[in-house]
């Protein structure tokens, strides 16, 4: 790694609308100038590759047009096939034109136009993003749907690259939900969704996620036809096969919209369908109450949130059957394993048309009334009630007169809620709320019937009201209790425990203390050598802070302090290394595993590089009283 003084100009290019409608949450992507003494930081509104037609501001007078202008104008035909007709805008990346195309007007077609997207000349030169451009193609190519803008073709007139699509009328779902403002309703909103859902349920068992879905990445037709657009940083999932996926992978290059991409895209995971449902979630649940529900907060962020053991509330969108709440907030959990499997699962239990009583929930309630009417018949014929015998003296003669005892409630156990917790924490059980049928004290009877692989954990004091579990491995537990009076028995009850691993990072270049107080975390999970590094620290303890950097090859060198951050830090502090316009933190290689290491102290600490190994490893007795932070990341050519 070097370190390197700015000697760059930067020049931020702000781009703001999008071909089909405004877009305040812009996709994240930076592409570099052929020359070397200008560094431009472009971020279109749509995708990588879509919508090139976004106002720029705050740019030096004349360079956008260098930037911009692809050397078309009105009149002109492209590929001898194109006529332009008129400009849709322009951006940073670009330009997009209203064409017509030749051909339909010769086959006498009633819709003859055509968007085009081409690409600016100088940026053409930069085969990652023609790469990306072509990706985008092929993979729109493969999703016929009435739900899926029509991409036609990719090619190159010159020094023009481009691309032909569907020519859309109409207003992007951003915009409708923008002027909507406290929401659309659900009866509105359903055909909306149920299009959106099956359009993205059919690219899924076509083994592609689009892993960039938005508000601004929906449109709807003056037909009022819904269309889902721009799969410029669409991915192919494990099962199916990506010949390309070494050439070009928009999400290993950071293309994506942090407050839609779900946790585990963020942190460099494979695509999987469910990337999509939970940007699919967050954008129902903002059409039917206009907000988003983690106020536009990256997953990582509430990540981080919850690690330091911050509620996340989410409040409930009013209209809701309990069945459809409990729909959309599994789509919206921040964990990919409790979001559903498929979108088609989902759609059927949102739809405001599905009856409550299928089948199968009719079939299930009528097998448990005949358990519980069996076990309440077998339970009477096996305990008769006692008569009372009571002696009498009448006339010498002792009469028994048989006084039936009164019939007794049966006890109810109750378990409590279900509970979540972390690996090594006491978990508590409250089953103080069991009822007694005749009034005595109840005998409360815990069983453990099952734990994760591997987990020797057991319950402590299971007959009393409130035994206790220490979880010692990460999953779920399962709990059942029963309870009796003096007379009769309760059906048992089970309650869920799910231990969730304790203050350990989810991703290798992401983590957080395991006392809470340091969190640290690198821009992504993996580097090309050339690359620069960014990492974001925070500390909510007053103290002493010093960070590390440890290569692949033993390299050990001090990030800080430097000259620019001291070491001496205040409550609440956030760092960011390096710090924004002082110097830059260079990948240099060699290819393999790099690891940054931060260490906090309440007082002084001495200089890392004495006391952490080639391995990156600390001296144990250099670790009494000091919270550690270490993450790693990928280093590849």
């Not at 999400?251 to 991409?261: C, D, F, I, L, S």
């Not at 699919?280 to 990582?300: C, D, I, N």
Request: net charge negative.
């Amino acid at each position: 790694m070097t370190i390197k003084e700015e000697d760059k100009t930067t020049i931020q290019v702000n781009v703001e609308t999008g071909m089909y409608g405004s877009d305040p949450d812009q996709t994240r992507f930076e592409a570099h100038s052929s020359n070397p003494e200008s560094t431009f930081s472009v971020q279109p509104s749509a995708t990588v590759m879509d919508s090139l037609l976004e106002a720029a501001t705050d740019v030096q007078p004349g360079l956008i047009s260098r930037l911009t202008h692809v050397g078309l104008s009105v009149g002109d035909v492209l590929k001898n096939r194109f006529k332009i007709i008129e400009c849709l805008g322009q951006g940073g990346m670009g330009m997009v034109f209203k064409a017509q195309d030749i051909r339909k007007i010769e086959a006498k077609s009633h819709n003859p136009y055509v968007a085009i997207k081409v690409l600016n000349p100088e940026l053409a030169q930069n085969q990652l993003l023609v790469a990306g451009l072509q990706r985008e193609c092929e993979k729109a190519q493969e999703l016929s749907h009435p739900n899926i803008i029509t991409v036609y073709d990719f090619d190159r007139d010159g020094d023009l690259v481009y691309m032909s699509m569907e020519y859309l009328a109409g207003q992007s779902l951003n915009e409708l939900i923008s002027e909507a403002g406290s929401g659309i309703s659900l009866q509105r909103a359903w055909p909306l969704i149920l299009d959106m859902g099956t359009a993205l349920a059919y690219a899924h068992r076509k083994g592609i996620v689009h892993s960039d879905f938005k508000p601004a990445n929906v449109f709807i037709t003056q037909e009022h036809e819904v269309k889902v657009l721009d799969f410029g940083i669409a991915a192919r999932t494990e099962k199916s096969r990506d010949s390309d996926a070494t050439i070009f992978n928009a999400r290993v290059e950071g293309g994506h919209t942090p407050a839609y991409a779900s946790f585990e895209m963020m942190n460099g995971a494979k695509a999987d369908p469910r990337d999509d449902i939970y940007a699919f979630g967050l954008v129902v649940y903002e059409m039917l109450t206009g907000k988003h529900p983690y106020q536009r907060k990256s997953a990582s962020d509430i990540f981080i949130e919850l690690q330091k053991n911050q509620k996340i509330a989410v409040p409930r969108v009013k209209g809701l059957s309990r069945r459809q709440w409990q729909a959309l907030k599994s789509a919206i959990e921040l964990l990919q394993d409790k979001r559903p499997n498929t979108l088609d699962d989902w759609l059927e239990q949102f739809n405001p048309k599905a009856s409550r009583w299928s089948p199968q929930l009719l079939g299930g309630i009528v097998a448990v009334i005949l358990l519980i009417s069996s076990f309440v018949v077998n339970r009477w014929l096996a305990t008769p009630s006692e008569p009372v015998v009571t002696q009498e003296s009448k006339n010498g003669v002792a009469v028994a007169n048989l006084v039936a005892t009164e019939s007794l409630k049966v006890p109810v156990a109750d378990a409590g809620t279900d509970q979540t917790g972390q690996v090594g924490e006491t978990l508590v059980l409250n089953g103080s709320r069991s009822q007694a049928g005749d009034g005595e004290a109840l005998q409360y009877d815990w069983r453990l019937l099952q734990t994760p692989s591997g987990s020797v954990s057991s319950l402590q004091n299971p007959n009393t009201a409130n035994p206790h579990i220490i979880p010692d491995q990460a999953g779920e537990y399962l709990v059942e209790l029963s309870v009796k009076d003096q007379h009769n028995g309760s059906l048992p009850v089970k309650l869920r425990i799910t231990a969730l691993e304790a203050a350990k990072p989810v991703t290798l270049h992401q983590a957080i203390s395991a006392d809470g107080i340091l969190s640290l975390a690198a821009s992504k999970a993996r580097y090309r050598m050339g690359e620069q590094l960014k990492l974001n620290l925070q500390v909510n303890k007053a103290g002493y802070l010093r960070v590390v950097y440890v290569g692949a090859a033993g390299e050990i060198s001090e990030l800080l302090p430097n000259q620019f951050q001291a070491s001496k830090i205040k409550a609440d502090t956030e760092y960011v290394i390096p710090p924004k316009g002082k110097f830059k933190l260079q990948i240099t290689g060699p290819v393999g595993i790099d690891k940054i290491i931060a260490v906090y102290g309440e007082s002084p600490i001495p200089n890392l590089e004495k006391i952490v190994d080639a391995s990156g490893k600390i001296d144990p007795q250099n670790l009494s009283h000091l919270t550690v932070a270490a993450i790693q990341y990928d280093v590849v050519k």
